[in-house]
């Protein structure tokens, strides 16, 4: 089973920017892809931005312009640029993976966006 740790959220004032970093235990390489989902309080979780073996990239319409996912193949991490942040990005973010093993989560780092 692929280990999942996120790590980079915290508060931050409305219009500033955080780098949530996802760090995995195998190498993302043979991942088929991963995700960025997050959940606000009393809502579902929700796909932000994704990234497939192959270096496609899929965004929330909500994200788009704002939050730019990558990896790091050597350091095998994926991580989640965010910028311009407006308080309804405020949540817990996840990080997800899929691969030959099934499907993996990390436990979340909570993002605030104050106003």
């Known amino acids: 089973q692929v280990q999942l740790v996120e790590s980079g959220g915290g508060l931050v004032q409305a219009g500033g920017s955080l780098r949530l970093s996802c760090a995995a235990s195998?190498?993302?390489?043979?991942?088929?892809?991963m995700d960025w989902y997050r959940q606000a309080p009393g809502e579902q979780r929700e796909l932000v931005a994704g990234?497939?073996?192959?270096?496609?990239?899929v965004y929330a319409n909500s994200v788009k312009g704002r939050f730019t996912i990558s990896r790091d193949n050597a350091r095998n991490t994926v991580y989640l640029e965010m910028i311009r942040l407006k308080p309804e990005d405020t949540g817990v973010y996840y990080c997800?993976?899929?691969?030959?093993?099934?499907?993996?989560w990390g436990q979340g780092t909570q993002v605030t966006v104050s106003s």
């Open positions: 195998g190498s993302i390489t043979s991942f088929i892809d």
């Open positions: 990234i497939t073996s192959g270096g496609g990239k």
């Open positions: 997800n993976a899929n691969g030959y093993w099934g499907t993996s």
